[in-house]
C-alpha cells in the first residue's frame, strides 16, 4: 500500500479501513487538493441497520471528519429490488410504505456519527427514489441499459458464485447492479460525486458504476472498499447469539449494545478500538500495550467509547455503571434489560424455568439449550444457580423491587416484571 498524502485515505489506512482502491495516486491527489464528495449506500431491508454497517459509517465520519462532503444515500428505489449480492436467494420484496418507514427509522442514527448543518461540508441524506421510481423504462434501456455487458456482469463472484450453486438468479435482481452503476452516475452529474465507498462484496457494482460514468461523460470517477469483518473465531460483525445487534435504540438499548463490544474477544480489541472510535491512534497504541487481566479494562473503554457515538456520552456512562454495579457488586441494577409480563403471567401456575429463560427473555435459544446450561450450573434466578429443569417460577420468585432476576453466565440479565 503506497504513502498516502491526504489526511483522508491516511487516516482509513492507519485504522484498517482499506481494502481495495480503483487508482490509488489518482483517488489520493484528489483528496489532497480538493473538497470531495463521497457516498455510501444503504438499503432499508429492515426498521434499523445493524452493527455490520458501523464500519461503513465510519468511513463517513472520518471523510467529514477530515474536512470532505459525505452523502449517506437512502435506497428507496434499489429497495424495491434487493441487492442480491453474495446472497443464496432473493430477498422478500418490500411495499413502498414498508421501504418509506424503514427509511424514517433508519435516518435517525446518522446523525450522532454525521453533521448535516456544517456549511460547506454538511452532510447529505439522499434518497436514490428522486431518479429511479420515475424513470421510463424503455428510454433507460437504450440510454444506460446499452452501456453494459452481460458476459462481464455474470464474470461478477456475486453473480457467478450464485450461478454456480445452482441457484436461480431472477431477472430483477440482474438490473440491481445497473440501477447502483447508474446511482453513481447520477450523484456525479448532481453533486460532483467522485467516489462510492462500500464493503468488498461491492466491489464489482462500484466498478460498474465508475465504467458508466465514463461512457455516459461524468468526469473520473474512483472507488474504495474495506474488507468483510468477521470478528477472530470467525463470526459474522453485527450479529449476536440473542440476534442482530441493531443501532436503533427502540430495538436494542444502550446497555445490551454496550455489552455486545466489552464480550469482543482478545484478538480483535486493537483492531475495533481503531476501526469503532475515534480514540487518537497514540491514545490506542498505548491500550493496546495492556495485557493480563488490564485487557477486560480495554474492553469497557472500546464498549463505551462505542456506545457514547451512538447512544450518547450519559447513556454509554450508565450502560459501564449498570455493568459494574451487576457484575462487581451483585447489585440489582435498575436499567438492566427488562421484560414486561402481562398482567397474569405469573399466576398460579407460573412460568416454566425453560420457557422464562428461552421463550420469555430470549437469554438462550430453545428450551433445549436451557435444559443444558441447566446440567452444566449455566442459569441462575435472582443469583442462585437453577437445578431443576422443572423448577416453575411463581410470584414467590419476586424480588422485594418486585422483578425476577434472570442470568445466562456471568454477563447476560434479564429482569421480569409483571406490569
Given at each position: 500500500?503506497?504513502?498516502?498524502?491526504?489526511?483522508?485515505?491516511?487516516?482509513?489506512?492507519?485504522?484498517?479501513?482499506?481494502?481495495?482502491?480503483?487508482?490509488?495516486?489518482?483517488?489520493?491527489?484528489?483528496?489532497?487538493?480538493?473538497?470531495?464528495?463521497?457516498?455510501?449506500?444503504?438499503?432499508?431491508?429492515?426498521?434499523?441497520?445493524?452493527?455490520?454497517?458501523?464500519?461503513?459509517?465510519?468511513?463517513?465520519?472520518?471523510?467529514?471528519?477530515?474536512?470532505?462532503?459525505?452523502?449517506?444515500?437512502?435506497?428507496?428505489?434499489?429497495?424495491?429490488?434487493?441487492?442480491?449480492s453474495?446472497?443464496?436467494?432473493?430477498?422478500?420484496?418490500?411495499?413502498?410504505?414498508t421501504?418509506?418507514?424503514?427509511?424514517?427509522?433508519?435516518?435517525?442514527?446518522?446523525?450522532?456519527?454525521?453533521?448535516?448543518?456544517?456549511?460547506?461540508?454538511?452532510?447529505?441524506?439522499?434518497?436514490?427514489?428522486?431518479?429511479?421510481?420515475?424513470?421510463?423504462?424503455?428510454e433507460?434501456?437504450?440510454?444506460?441499459?446499452?452501456?453494459?455487458?452481460?458476459?462481464?456482469?455474470?464474470?461478477?463472484?456475486?453473480?457467478?458464485?450464485?450461478?454456480e450453486?445452482?441457484?436461480?438468479?431472477?431477472?430483477?435482481?440482474?438490473?440491481?447492479?445497473?440501477?447502483?452503476?447508474?446511482?453513481?452516475?447520477?450523484?456525479?452529474?448532481?453533486?460532483?460525486?467522485?467516489?462510492?465507498?462500500?464493503?468488498?462484496?461491492?466491489?464489482?457494482?462500484?466498478?460498474?458504476g465508475?465504467?458508466?460514468?465514463?461512457?455516459?461523460?461524468?468526469?473520473?470517477?474512483?472507488?474504495?472498499?474495506?474488507?468483510?469483518?468477521?470478528?477472530?473465531?470467525?463470526?459474522?460483525?453485527?450479529?449476536?447469539?440473542?440476534?442482530?445487534?441493531?443501532?436503533?435504540?427502540?430495538?436494542?438499548?444502550?446497555?445490551?449494545?454496550?455489552?455486545?463490544?466489552?464480550?469482543?474477544?482478545?484478538?480483535?480489541?486493537?483492531?475495533?478500538?481503531?476501526?469503532?472510535?475515534?480514540?487518537?491512534?497514540?491514545?490506542?497504541?498505548?491500550?493496546?500495550?495492556?495485557?493480563?487481566?488490564?485487557?477486560n479494562?480495554?474492553?469497557?473503554?472500546?464498549?463505551?467509547?462505542?456506545?457514547a457515538?451512538?447512544?450518547?456520552?450519559?447513556?454509554?456512562?450508565?450502560?459501564?455503571?449498570?455493568?459494574?454495579?451487576?457484575?462487581?457488586?451483585?447489585?440489582?441494577?435498575?436499567d438492566?434489560?427488562?421484560?414486561?409480563?402481562?398482567?397474569?403471567?405469573?399466576?398460579?401456575?407460573?412460568?416454566?424455568?425453560?420457557?422464562?429463560?428461552?421463550?420469555?427473555?430470549?437469554?438462550?435459544?430453545?428450551?433445549?439449550?436451557?435444559?443444558?446450561?441447566?446440567?452444566?450450573?449455566?442459569?441462575?434466578?435472582?443469583?442462585?444457580v437453577?437445578?431443576?429443569?422443572?423448577?416453575?417460577?411463581?410470584?414467590?420468585?419476586?424480588?422485594?423491587?418486585?422483578?425476577?432476576?434472570?442470568?445466562?453466565?456471568?454477563?447476560?440479565?434479564?429482569?421480569?416484571?409483571?406490569?
Open positions: 500500500m503506497m504513502s498516502f498524502r491526504s489526511d483522508f485515505l491516511r487516516t482509513l489506512d492507519e485504522r484498517g479501513f482499506i481494502h481495495q482502491i480503483s487508482d490509488d495516486e489518482g483517488l489520493d491527489k484528489l483528496f489532497a487538493t480538493e473538497t470531495v464528495t463521497a457516498y455510501i449506500g444503504f438499503d432499508p431491508t429492515a426498521p434499523s441497520l445493524h452493527a455490520g454497517s458501523l464500519i461503513q459509517i465510519m468511513m463517513l465520519h472520518w471523510l467529514q471528519a477530515t474536512g470532505h462532503r459525505a452523502v449517506s444515500l437512502m435506497g428507496g428505489g434499489t429497495g424495491m429490488v434487493g441487492d442480491p453474495f446472497k443464496d436467494e432473493a430477498r422478500q420484496l418490500m411495499t413502498l410504505d421501504i418509506e418507514a424503514n427509511i424514517a427509522s433508519i435516518k435517525r442514527v446518522f446523525s450522532n456519527y454525521l453533521d448535516y448543518d456544517a456549511g460547506a461540508t454538511s452532510a447529505l441524506m439522499i434518497n436514490n427514489a428522486e431518479w429511479l421510481r420515475g424513470l421510463n423504462y424503455l433507460f434501456l437504450r440510454d444506460v441499459g446499452r452501456h453494459f455487458s452481460v458476459n462481464r456482469m455474470l464474470s461478477f463472484d456475486s453473480v457467478k458464485m450464485r450461478l450453486r445452482e441457484q436461480s438468479l431472477s431477472f430483477l435482481e440482474f438490473n440491481y447492479m445497473i440501477l447502483q452503476a447508474y446511482d453513481f452516475v447520477e450523484l456525479a452529474k448532481r453533486y460532483d460525486c467522485r467516489l462510492q465507498m462500500g464493503g468488498s462484496d461491492q466491489w464489482g457494482n462500484i466498478v460498474n465508475i465504467d458508466l460514468g465514463h461512457r455516459m461523460g461524468t468526469p473520473q470517477l474512483y472507488a474504495l472498499t474495506s474488507p468483510l469483518l468477521t470478528t477472530a473465531s470467525g463470526a459474522k460483525m453485527g450479529k449476536s447469539a440473542n440476534g442482530a445487534v441493531w443501532l436503533n435504540a427502540d430495538m436494542l438499548g444502550a446497555y445490551e449494545f454496550w455489552q455486545y463490544w466489552r464480550n469482543t474477544e482478545d484478538a480483535d480489541v486493537t483492531r475495533f478500538l481503531k476501526l469503532y472510535t475515534t480514540l487518537p491512534m497514540s491514545e490506542i497504541a498505548r491500550l493496546s500495550a495492556l495485557g493480563g487481566a488490564e485487557i479494562e480495554v474492553k469497557k473503554i472500546l464498549a463505551t467509547e462505542v456506545t457515538m451512538l447512544h450518547g456520552r450519559a447513556a454509554a456512562e450508565a450502560a459501564a455503571e449498570t455493568a459494574r454495579k451487576t457484575f462487581e457488586e451483585g447489585a440489582l441494577a435498575a438492566l434489560p427488562t421484560v414486561e409480563l402481562a398482567g397474569g403471567t405469573l399466576g398460579a401456575d407460573g412460568i416454566g424455568v425453560l420457557s422464562a429463560f428461552s421463550e420469555v427473555a430470549g437469554l438462550v435459544a430453545s428450551n433445549g439449550e436451557a435444559r443444558r446450561q441447566i446440567k452444566s450450573g449455566g442459569l441462575r434466578v435472582n443469583d442462585v437453577v437445578t431443576d429443569d422443572k423448577r416453575v417460577l411463581t410470584p414467590a420468585d419476586l424480588t422485594p423491587e418486585g422483578v425476577i432476576k434472570l442470568s445466562f453466565g456471568k454477563k447476560k440479565h434479564v429482569l421480569l416484571k409483571p406490569v
